[in-house]
């Protein structure tokens, strides 16, 4: 059964920090890139960051290149997302997506919100 469980979301003040997680199962973690959208209230779900199956190559939406990194850990089946200097227009429902090519497969976990308010 193919899961990925993302953790990590709350309510952050503006210029604080979260760091998301992703964990991965049921299918070859190390065979997949993986990425990172949003989907704010009332707009289209957007991509935010990407990173390829070695962790060698990165990258990013331009509303959040230089604050936020994406990194992963293919020993423990995981992705990261450090969010830094949080604005509030970064409050969205978080996704964690895994996109293979051969086997081809396309999965998604459930989401985690982050709001960043005062």
């Known amino acids: 059964q193919v899961q990925l469980v993302e953790s990590g979301g709350g309510l952050v003040q503006p210029g604080g920090s979260l760091r998301l997680s992703c964990v991965a199962s049921g299918f070859t973690f190390s065979r997949a890139a993986m990425r990172w959208y949003r989907q704010a209230p009332g707009k289209e779900r957007e991509l935010v960051a990407a990173?390829?199956?070695?962790?060698?190559?990165?990258n990013y939406a331009e509303s959040v290149k230089g604050r936020f990194t994406i990194s992963r850990d293919n020993n423990k089946n995981t992705v990261y997302l450090q969010m830094n200097s949080l604005k509030p227009e970064d409050t969205a429902v978080y996704y964690c997506?895994?996109?293979?090519?051969?086997?081809?497969?396309?999965?998604w976990g459930q989401g985690t919100q982050v709001t960043v308010s005062s």
């Open positions: 997506n895994a996109v293979g090519l051969l086997p081809s497969f396309n999965y």
């Open positions: 990173i390829d199956i070695a962790g060698s190559n990165s």
